[in-house]
C-alpha cells in the first residue's frame, strides 16, 4: 500500500517538472516576443523616408568604386551598407530568423548585393580588411541558401 509520504514526494516531483516546462516554454515564448520586436524596429528603419532615399541613391549611383561615392556623397559608409551588415551579424549570431529576413528584406537584399559587391571589394581593398563588411556577405550567402531551398 502506498504511504502519504510516498504520495507527498510524487506530487513535490510532477510540480518541479510541470514547473519547469512551464518556464521553458516562457522562455521560448519571450525569445519570439524579442526577436518579433527587433524585425519591427529594422523594419521601420528600412520603411523611413530616409532610408528609403539612401537606398534610391545607392541604387543609382553609377560608381563601383567606394572612393568615389565616399568624396561624392560625404559619407563613411553608405547607410544601407551598414544596415544589411549589421542584419546580416544578427543572423551570424543566430538572433534573427532567416525566414523572416527573406520575406521582409530578401527580394531588395539579393538587388542590393548584386549592386554594391563591386563597390564591397573596392572597400576592402581601399582599407587593406578582406573580413570587411563581413554581415554583407553572409546574409547574401544565407538567403540565397535559403530561397534555393524554397
Known sequence: MVDIQTVSITIASASVVAGVLYYALQLRHQSRIRQ???????????????????????MTEETNDFL????????????TAVFFNG???LLSKKLIDIDLVNRLFGGVYMRFW????????????????PTLGFGLEYLYNELKKFQQRQ
Not at 568615389?68 to 547607410?79: G, I, R
Not at 548584386?114 to 580588411?129: A, I, Q, T, V
Open 36 to 58: 518579433t520586436e527587433l524585425v519591427t524596429r529594422l523594419y521601420s528603419i528600412y520603411a523611413s523616408e530616409e532610408f528609403q532615399k539612401e537606398w534610391y541613391i545607392f
Open 68 to 79: 568615389t561615392y565616399q568624396k561624392k556623397y560625404a559619407v563613411e559608409l553608405p547607410p
Open 87 to 89: 542584419i546580416g551579424v
Open 114 to 129: 548584386e549592386r554594391g559587391k563591386p563597390m564591397l571589394e573596392s572597400c576592402r581593398r581601399e582599407f587593406n580588411s
